[in-house]
């Protein structure tokens, strides 16, 4: 298993502001994720952030919204920029076992815009 | 295409009564498959996880699933609802790389 923390835990931010959230793991680990889940909402995958190069975004999310670092195998930032209320979401950091066969899950941060 | 699909949006079940929340998946090839739980303000933790080893699976909190092929099915079960289990349950497919896919989730509600 892997051990995630995330900071913020919550934040009220207010718009046109941007906020950056920190995922540390425990562990090296390959695949680092960042998810979005909006209220009442199941998971959508933001990004992959690679090690090293730029992350790969999802269909419907780009870098200049949401910058992604990902400086070591254990730590990744996700960067919400000029935030609007529709950005008010729970967003995940998750990484995957070294074989590749389950996903961990941080607490998330609950941001909302106003 | 991938997909998962959680039939049950919301379930309510009397505690001490059996749960059952249901989760198909489409896929040609044996997939690995979760159930995570979600409660209020927290995140996603993982109950169980099956990964081509024996077909019943047991996980935390006296949650279990069963995968059945035939059905392209993996229901997550528990006898007896507690008032603890009252959260969102999340069924996750993955197939091949590392493509996670999540279901819509199903809302468990429990009455006392």
């Known amino acids: 298993s892997a051990v995630i923390s995330q900071k913020p835990s919550r934040d009220i931010c207010q718009r046109g502001t941007s906020l950056t959230i920190q995922c540390q793991v425990d562990s090296q680990v390959t695949m680092m994720f960042w998810y979005r889940q909006q209220p009442g909402q199941s998971l959508t995958l933001i990004a992959t952030a690679n090690q090293g190069s730029e992350a790969t975004y999802e269909s419907g999310f780009v870098i200049d919204k949401f910058p992604i670092s990902r400086p070591n195998l254990t730590f990744s930032t996700l960067t919400v920029s000029n935030m609007s209320p529709e950005d008010s979401s729970i967003y995940l950091c998750?990484?995957?076992?070294?074989?590749?066969?389950?996903?961990?899950f941080g607490e998330g941060s609950w941001l909302t815009v106003v | 295409a991938q997909s998962v699909t959680q039939l049950d949006s919301h379930v309510s079940v009397s505690e001490g009564t059996p749960v059952l929340l249901r989760c198909n998946y489409s896929?040609?090839?044996?997939?690995?498959l979760f159930w995570y739980v979600q409660h209020p303000n927290k995140g996603l933790q993982l109950l169980l996880k099956?990964?081509?080893?024996?077909?019943l699976v047991k996980g935390i909190n006296g949650f279990e699933a069963e995968f059945k092929k035939s059905e392209t099915s993996f229901h997550l079960t528990k006898p007896s609802a507690h008032m603890s289990d009252a959260a969102e349950y999340f069924c996750?497919?993955?197939?091949?790389?590392?493509?996670?896919?999540f279901g819509t989730g199903t809302s468990l509600t429990v009455i006392p």
């Open positions: 996750v497919v993955r197939y091949t790389g590392n493509q996670f896919y």
């Open positions: 099956y990964t081509s080893a024996a077909t």
């Open positions: 998750s990484v995957v076992t070294a074989n590749g066969n389950t996903i961990y």
């Open positions: 896929s040609s090839y044996s997939p690995s």
